[in-house]
């Protein structure tokens, strides 16, 4: 049986004088992370139409490779950038793909 896939939601609220500098920040740490890391295959970054909140969906091949994701420079940039702008993390779940 293949291992499941790993997929995280992170919600995130961010002030609206430094959205634009955090989204600029998700996605340097969306496009690095499915570029240099194999076991990332997606990573979206979108943003609330009713909120100032960002959400970023993730996908993983399994734990390891997620873990290995927290390991990499670029993640290291992200997590400067979220303290540096104040942003709060307000939400993160894990769950196991299903399909497809």
């Given at each position: 049986?293949?291992k499941s896939e790993v997929v995280?939601?992170?919600?995130?609220?961010?002030?609206?004088?430094?959205?634009?500098?955090?989204?600029?920040?998700?996605?340097?740490?969306?496009?690095?992370?499915?570029?240099?890391?194999?076991g990332c295959s997606q990573f979206?970054?979108?943003?609330?139409?009713?909120n100032a909140n960002v959400v970023?969906?993730?996908?993983?091949?399994?734990?390891?490779?997620?873990?290995?994701?927290?390991?990499?420079?670029?993640?290291?940039?992200?997590?400067?950038?979220?303290?540096?702008?104040?942003?709060?993390?307000?939400?993160?779940?894990?769950?196991?793909?299903?399909?497809?």
């Amino acid at each position: 049986m293949k291992k499941s896939e790993v997929v995280v939601f992170a919600e995130f609220n961010v002030s609206t004088t430094n959205r634009d500098a955090f989204l600029e920040l998700c996605r340097f740490d969306a496009e690095r992370s499915v570029t240099d890391e194999p076991g990332c295959s997606q990573f979206d970054v979108s943003t609330s139409n009713d909120n100032a909140n960002v959400v970023l969906y993730e996908v993983y091949d399994d734990q390891a490779a997620f873990d290995y994701h927290l390991t990499t420079p670029h993640y290291a940039t992200f997590a400067d950038g979220v303290q540096r702008l104040g942003v709060q993390i307000t939400l993160v779940r894990f769950f196991s793909r299903q399909h497809p």
